[in-house]
Structure formats: structure tokens, C-alpha cells
């Protein structure tokens, strides 16, 4: 039976090259979106203003996205996270339209566009990243702490839990724990 690659994340010297060249606001909240919370560039590039949800009693943000299928579920923001989404919508141009990222042409991006700004920065930077290996990177963070792998696939939008079990074995926390405790024997 052919065996499945593992998923290609960004390393973390990549991701903060890339995140120190990204000075819009409006490209910094995107791929943040990518980054912290795992979206999917199509699921960025639909999100509407209405998506966003706030509570004057708690730190975290949450987003209604639409992923796969039409299926929607909700993602929580960290503070850092829902501070950046929130310094792009105050800055963020009026227009008739509600998409939350919108282009110099007051219109909501393509994926085509998103894939395009990131690939822009990734020059700047001299790396190479694409959208979906800052998702990964997110499923490895998640996994490496160990977050259960059902509710990573509940945030990751996976209609399979074995989808997910991908992450846990690539990012190896039980391997890497055996290891370490066999080689201090």
C-alpha cells in the first residue's frame, strides 16, 4: 500500500521572515488568519465582516467560517489574533460589499489573489511558503501541544478524524518523548 507524505508546514525561521516583511494590516490579519487559527485561503477569502463575533467579557474572538462543502463551523481567535483583525476592519475601507478582505478595487480577494500577495511577500522575504503550508504549520503547533486530535479536526474543518491523525504523527510529541527518555537511560 503507497504511503501518505506528511504534511509540508513552514519552519518557524520561515514564518518569521516572512511575518516581518507583511506590514499591511489588511495582508497581516489574512495570513495570521492562515497561521493562528488554520483557515483554508478559500475560507479567508469568502469570510464576511458579519463572520467576525466579540464579547466584552472575553479576551477570545470568534469566526463563523464556511469550509468545504458549504459546512460551517466556528474558530476561536487569541487575543494577538482578534487585535490584528481588528486594527485591518478599522482601517478597512467602506464599501457596499461585506467581504472582510477586500483589494485596492474595493472588491472581496479571489484565492488567486491571496495565493498572489503571499507569494509577493515570500520574495521579499526570500522564502517559500504557500497558504496551505501555513494551515499545516498551525496543525503542527496544535499538535505538538497536544490538542486532542477530534478537536483539531473540529477547528481544522476535516470531516474525517483520520485526516487530522496526520498532524500528531508528523509532529511525533510521543516519539519524540520515548526518544528522549531512552537515550537518558
Not at 500500500?1 to 516583511?21: V, Y
Not at 494577538?80 to 475601507?93: D, K, N, S, Y
Not at 496544535?142 to 483539531?152: D, H, K, N, Q, R
Amino acid at each position: 500500500k503507497p504511503g501518505k507524505p506528511l504534511p509540508r508546514d513552514a519552519s518557524e525561521p520561515e514564518i518569521e521572515r516572512l511575518f516581518a516583511q507583511i506590514t499591511h494590516p489588511r495582508d497581516q490579519a489574512m495570513f495570521r488568519l492562515m497561521l493562528d487559527v488554520g483557515l483554508r485561503v478559500e475560507e479567508v477569502a469568502t469570510l464576511c465582516i458579519g463572520d467576525l463575533m466579540t464579547a466584552s467579557d472575553d479576551a477570545l474572538g470568534r469566526l463563523r467560517v464556511r469550509g468545504k462543502g458549504d459546512k460551517e463551523r466556528f474558530v476561536w481567535l487569541m487575543p494577538e489574533t482578534l487585535q490584528i483583525v481588528q486594527a485591518w476592519l478599522e482601517r478597512r475601507p467602506a464599501v457596499e460589499g461585506e467581504a472582510m478582505f477586500i483589494t485596492r478595487r474595493k472588491r472581496g480577494f479571489s484565492v488567486r489573489g491571496i495565493q498572489e500577495r503571499l507569494t509577493y511577500y515570500c520574495r521579499l522575504a526570500g522564502v517559500k511558503v504557500s497558504p496551505h503550508q501555513l494551515r499545516h504549520t498551525f496543525g503542527r503547533r496544535m499538535a505538538e501541544a497536544e490538542m486532542p486530535v477530534t478537536s483539531l479536526a473540529a477547528l481544522m474543518g476535516h470531516a474525517q478524524v483520520t485526516t487530522t491523525q496526520v498532524y500528531t504523527a508528523g509532529a511525533g510529541v510521543a516519539v519524540q518523548a520515548d526518544y528522549q527518555a531512552a537515550i537518558a537511560r
